[in-house]
């Protein structure tokens, strides 16, 4: 059967496919998860600083959209094609599990915000909330496999139906806003200088990665696009957006109540704001919202990383099975991994003392990787000056400064995580990789490069030590 997409999507639809991706969970809990951190200055500070580097980003994905349109799945096509299949690998892995512990993540907080009405759903990773959650689970799956057209079209409307309580919640808090309380609120609401802020600015840095992960939305999907310029377009407007609401969800607050009463306030803390200013009903329509924006983005991610696994076959970098389409034009081997996968995440969850927290931070973790390699790739080409030729060299350069500065963020956030999170996805790295050295025997080829079997065997020390750390005790779940 053929692989061609027979269906085309537009600017606007791939540009949903991004708010789609990045509206999330994560919007839902910033009053709370930065008031915990600092004040309105810090927060400021904080999105300049993750805003800066994930719009740079952005715009490695735009030119590298426009500069390299034979490579049709960009989450893992540059770094294969800049820096050897191996590597390419990595970022399709890296990427694909991301999403995966993503996708359990929503559904761990949905159960924990239904857990405040029933309390067997606890925080999400009771047995009651993970039987429930795996039924929604394959429910979508199923719903699925019917088309991606369709998927995407019902991405559409739920795109718009969870933007709604959040332009709601915007400008209501907007209208009880108060000066004086917000001037208050600045430093942090204590007696705090300028190294203080950076402290608490630090705290809030990976939380900015999570609530970010969606950025490549469009550049997954290219191979659908109408016009390949749509791409750059719908990933740059998408995250400019995107990070505007971020930023009045994140500061509104400090104007209606003071800081220490939005960080007590149970997850989402978006409810207890919107509860405190109109009252119970608030906190019901923003729980609402919640729901149907973590569904919506847990539909849109699935389709990211099936179709992620589904190109990387086609790149053999796994094996071919995961190339296979169903009837609907749905990779259906791939669909059925990533949702098997995410089963099993979610047993995991089970055994979790922070279930929220942990696969929160470790998708930050995973997807940062594959982030890195697509910046090293961008700046691979200005430096290289590939594919620059015939253009000026003032393009050039500013296209340099731009892999700069997302490269070097990309690795300093990698950096803020800690070992801990890097020794864990080296515990998921070390096993992922016999899908590459199946599909390397697939073609006969040789496994590794001395330089990938370098790399490969510091993963397998990092997966050992790792263990060793979980069964001693030295890293808790």
């Known amino acids: 059967m053929s692989t061609e997409p027979q269906q085309h999507l537009t600017r606007t639809t791939m540009m949903g496919m991004v708010v789609g991706s990045m509206v999330g969970a994560g919007i839902f809990s910033l009053p709370a ?21 994930m719009l740079m980003l952005a715009f490695v994905f735009q030119t590298l959209a426009v500069r390299k349109p034979d490579l049709d799945a ?19 892995f890296g990427f694909w599990a991301g999403s995966c512990l993503g996708n359990t993540t929503y559904f761990v907080l949905i159960k924990s915000t239904l857990g405040a009405a029933i309390p067997a759903f606890g925080e999400g990773n009771t047995i009651p909330a993970v039987a429930v959650s795996s039924v929604i689970l394959w429910s979508i799956h199923f719903m699925i496999l019917r088309g991606v057209k369709q998927a995407a079209a ?29 001037v208050d609120n600045f430093w942090g609401g204590g007696d705090y200088d300028f190294s203080d802020v950076m402290s608490q600015v630090r705290r809030t840095m990976l939380v900015t990665v999570f609530v970010f992960i969606g950025v490549e939305g469009a550049s997954v999907f290219s191979r659908y696009a109408k016009n390949r310029a749509d791409v750059g377009w719908a990933t740059v407007m998408g995250f400019i957006g995107v990070l505007c609401l971020m930023i009045l969800v994140t500061l509104l607050p400090y104007g209606v109540l003071l800081r220490p009463e939005i960080a007590a306030m149970r997850q989402p803390s978006m409810a207890g704001v919107l509860q405190a200013v109109v009252g119970t009903w608030g906190a019901v329509f923003v729980s609402a919202g919640l729901i149907v924006s973590v569904l919506g983005a847990y539909l849109a991610w699935t389709l990211l990383c099936a179709e992620a696994l589904f190109t990387a076959s086609k790149y053999d970098l796994v094996p071919k099975v995961f190339g296979r389409e169903n009837q ?47 910046a090293g790739y961008g700046l691979k080409l200005a430096f290289t000056r590939e594919t620059y030729e015939s253009d000026p060299a003032r393009l050039r350069n500013r296209e340099l400064i731009v892999g700069i500065i997302a490269t070097l963020y990309t690795f300093f956030m990698i950096l803020a995580g800690g070992i801990v999170y890097v020794l864990l996805a080296c515990i998921l790295f070390a096993p992922g ?21 370098i790399l490969f065997s510091a993963i397998v020390v990092g997966a050992i030590i790792g263990i060793y750390s979980l069964v001693t005790g030295a890293i808790v779940l």
Not at 162 to 179: Q, S
Request: glycine share 8%; charged share 10%.
């Open 33 to 53: 998860t930065f008031a915990n951190a600092t004040g309105p200055f810090g927060a400021l500070i904080a999105w300049g600083i993750a805003g800066t580097g």
């Open 74 to 92: 960009g989450i893992f096509t540059y770094p294969k094609d800049g820096f050897g299949d191996y590597i390419g690998f990595m970022a399709a």
């Open 154 to 182: 019902i991405n559409r409307i739920v795109t718009v139906a969870k933007i709604i309580p959040i332009i709601l919640f915007i400008i209501i808090v907007a209208m009880a806003f108060k000066k004086d309380l917000f």
């Open 328 to 374: 609907n034009g749905v990779p259906s081997t791939a669909l059925w991994l990533t949702n098997s996968l995410v089963q099993i995440f979610l047993i995991l969850t089970i055994f979790a003392r922070y279930a929220f927290d942990l696969t929160l931070e470790l998708t930050s973790a995973m997807t940062l990787i594959p982030y890195l390699l697509v």
């Open 433 to 453: 990789t016999l899908l590459f050295i199946v599909a390397r025997r697939e073609l006969n080829l040789r496994t590794f490069t001395s330089k990938e079997l």
